[in-house]
């Protein structure tokens, strides 16, 4: 009993440690992200969620995250990165056809256009709503795959700051 004990004494600080600071395993809901997640409706995705890529500031142009809902803050949300700080994009029906994204923030969309509520409806998101990176699916089987961190073309954006890079796959 006693080593069972020390065991769980000693396993849940690390256990607490590893998913605040590395990441977890979370459920796909929607299908906003369609086709890259998703794809067929009557299976779900789940994916890894990389908190360290957040942590370390290395998020770029067609990475997908997890944030926060500007809306519902109780509500995770995950989306495409489609343009960083200083960055100029085009909307898809936003109040302004063009937008300087400002400092400290990035534009985000769903990979299914005109099926996701993200900065097309609710502009620029502030960097500190990014809680994870999305990284891998983890089930089911058969979708077992590293997402790839590409932007479609058409969705690149009209200007890259300078202070900015992009890798385009």
């Not at 997890?66 to 995770?76: G, V």
């Not at 400290?104 to 990014?130: K, Q, R, Y």
């Amino acid at each position: 009993m006693y080593r069972f004990l020390k065991s769980v004494l000693f396993g849940i600080p690390i256990g607490v440690t590893f998913l605040d600071c590395v990441g977890y395993v979370a459920r796909v809901d929607g299908i906003s992200m369609q086709p890259a997640l998703n794809p067929d409706s009557s299976q779900t995705d789940y994916v890894f969620l990389s908190r360290w890529a957040v942590r370390s500031n290395n998020i770029q142009r067609g990475h997908i995250v997890c944030l926060i809902s500007p809306k519902d803050p109780t509500q995770k949300i995950i989306k495409r990165v489609v343009g960083l700080q200083g960055d100029v994009v085009a909307t898809l029906g936003y109040k302004q056809e063009i937008v300087r994204v400002p400092e400290g923030h990035c534009w985000v969309e769903g990979d299914h256009t005109g099926h996701s509520l993200d900065s097309n409806t609710f502009g620029p998101i502030a960097l500190g709503l990014m809680t994870a990176r999305a990284s891998f699916i983890v089930w089911p089987p058969e979708r077992w795959q590293s997402l790839p961190s590409e932007l479609p073309r058409k969705r690149i954006p009209i200007q890259i700051a300078k202070s900015s890079t992009y890798q385009q796959a």
